[in-house]
Each structure stands twice: as structure tokens, then as C-alpha cells.
């Protein structure tokens, strides 16, 4: 696969433990990365760091809050003074929640894009003097296919504007930024097996399921995998796009 020996990657929301930033760090740092752990949950921090230094990888764990722009610098400050460089940034933290429109709370949407927005753009504006100066940056974020097609399983309308906004957002700033080195993509995944999938019950199970032609939710290897493609070098002339991984369920 792609060789990232040397390069520094940043995965937030890489605590969960069975989530899709853990499989996300895990992979980065098979392919040679030294990768930073960034989440809120201490626990999780561990487990995932121990995963990769058990596998032989590099990783270091920081506590982070996305939605905090003191903390976010800290993680940054701490990145540096480790290793020296940010190569490779992926912003996966997100939250979601389940709730129509008629619902929802001004509280509940500024929740939602506080994390998977202006969390994103924290941790992105955050990178980018480093990124400059290398002349070399990857800034890889989680949109979702409930951006494109209006919802998905889980989310509420909050969560499908937040993930667009991700888009749009990416787009402009790989625009900005394209002259420096640095590329700046989205990947769009459907429905994942992590947890929230297993929970599901049946008759809702098989629902989704019909609705995806390949018959069966993605693998979180499957989301990491593309990741580690746009984190490479052999990625170099793809910026500004976005990339859906979800067993054919929605094409554009
Ligand atoms: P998850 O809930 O398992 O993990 C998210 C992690 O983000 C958690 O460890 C949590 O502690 C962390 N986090 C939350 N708020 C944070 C904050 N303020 N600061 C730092 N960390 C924070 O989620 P997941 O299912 O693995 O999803 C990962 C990403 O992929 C999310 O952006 C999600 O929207 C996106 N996504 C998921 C699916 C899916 O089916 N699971 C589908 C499409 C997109």
C-alpha cells in the first residue's frame, strides 16, 4: 500500500474505540507514519496508542477538545515538540444525533456544528503555518454521505448541513492553499460497522441494508484505506475532492 515512513499524522476522535479514527491511526501508522491519538476521551487515547505500539508503529496520545481553540493549539504546540512536523492531518471527530427538524433545539444544531465544523476548521487552521513551511501538508476530513443525499441512518438535519458544510469548506480551502503544497479532500462514507450499526435493531437492520446495492455496510478498513491513498504522496495532484465510499448507495 502507500509508504508514509517519516510522515506525522494528527487523527482526531482516533479514541473511539470502535470507531473509524481508531482503524484510521492503526493503518497510518502500518504504512510508517508516526500518528497522534487526539480525542477527548483518555481511555480510548490509551487503547489506541497501545493497538499501534503493539503493532511495532509510532503514536502519541494527546487529550484534545476539537471545539477549543487553546486546547487545539496546545496539541499542536505538543506535536511539534515531539516530532517536528505535521504532515498529515485527518479530522474525523463528529457527533450526530437523532432528531427531526420540528424537534430540534438551537442548542442541539450549535452542538453539532461546533464539533464536525468549526472543530474541523480549528484543527485545520491550526496545521497550516507548519504545512506552509514544509511546502507538504494532507488535510483529509470525514464528510458523510447524509451531506449529499439528505440524511442517512442516524443523523438529524443538522448533522447532513454540518457534513455539507465540510464540504464546502475543503473546497475553498484547497483553492487557498494548493500553491503551497498542502491538498485538502473529503471522503464521504455511507453507512460503517462500528457500533451505533450493531445496535440497530433488525427489522431497521435489514431496511438499510435493501437500500445498498452491495448488501452490506462498509468496513472501517475500508474508510482508512482511501484515507491512507489521499494521505500519500502518489495522491499529489488531487485536491478540492471528495471521495464516497458507500457500497454504491448513493452516486453522484
Ligand atoms: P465515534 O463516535 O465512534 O467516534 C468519534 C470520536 O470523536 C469519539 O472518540 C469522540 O470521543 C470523539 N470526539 C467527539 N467530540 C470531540 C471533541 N469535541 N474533541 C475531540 N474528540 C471528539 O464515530 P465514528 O462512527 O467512528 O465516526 C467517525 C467520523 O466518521 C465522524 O466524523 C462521523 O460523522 C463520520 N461518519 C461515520 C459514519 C458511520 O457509519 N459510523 C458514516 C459516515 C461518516
Known sequence: MFELTNRVAIVTGS???KG????IALTLAKQGAAV?????NADGIQDTVQAIQEAGGKALGVELNVTNKESVD???EKVLAEYGRIDILVNNAGISQKVTV????????TKVFNVNMFGLFLCSQAVLEQMKKQKFGRIISLSSVSAKRGG???GGAHYSASKAAVL????NLAREVAVDGITVNCVAPGLVNTEIWKSLPKEDAEQVIAGIPMGRPGETEEIATTIAFLASEEASYITGEEIDI???SHMD
Request: aromatic share 6%.
Open 152 to 154: 442517512g441512518v442516524f
Open 168 to 171: 464546502g469548506f475543503s473546497k
Open 15 to 17: 479514541g473511539s474505540k
Open 74 to 76: 496546545a496539541m499542536v
Open 246 to 248: 458507500n457500497g454504491g
Open 20 to 23: 473509524i479514527g481508531r482503524t
Open 36 to 40: 497522534v491519538i487526539a480525542d477527548l
Open 102 to 109: 420540528e424537534d430540534m433545539t438551537i442548542e442541539d444544531i
